[in-house]
Nanobody
Framework: QVQLVESGGGLVQAGGSLRLSCATS????????MGWYRQAPGKQRELVAS?????????ADSVKGRATISKNNAKNTVTVYLQMNRLKPEDSGVYYC????????????WGQGTQVTVSL
């Protein structure tokens, strides 16, 4: 079982930037991809960006050109970052870090979420 802990959310003005971090612990060998999802009030959770163990990235159309996902592999942990620039109010929501096991098509491990609020 892998545990995920997010950090870096907060309140930022439109046009600003922030970086979210997600650190793993536990069974890191069971991860072949990690991603960032977000959920705004009254909306479904949506994938923002993902990165595979090989470094292949994928972005939602709404954040392409404004977001960069990256990762750092250390001995006992993987840290995934989401850098977001030129933030818009519609980027607001709770951002969740997720991990996917090699034997799964879905992200099955989730962090507790971190709130991002973009004000005008």
């Amino acid at each position: 079982q892998v545990q995920l802990v997010e950090s870096g959310g907060g309140l930022v003005q439109a046009g600003g930037s922030l970086r979210l971090s997600c650190a793993t612990s536990g069974s890191n060998f069971s991860i072949n991809a990690m991603g960032w999802y977000r959920q705004a009030p009254g909306k479904q959770r949506e994938l923002v960006a993902s990165i595979t163990s090989g470094g292949r990235t994928n972005y939602a159309d709404s954040v392409k050109g404004r977001a960069t996902i990256s990762k750092n592999n250390a001995k006992n942990t993987v840290t995934v970052y989401l850098q977001m620039n030129r933030l818009k109010p519609e980027d607001s929501g709770v951002y969740y870090c997720a991990a996917r096991a090699p034997w799964s098509a879905d992200f099955g491990s989730w962090g507790q979420g971190t709130q991002v609020t973009v004000s005008l």
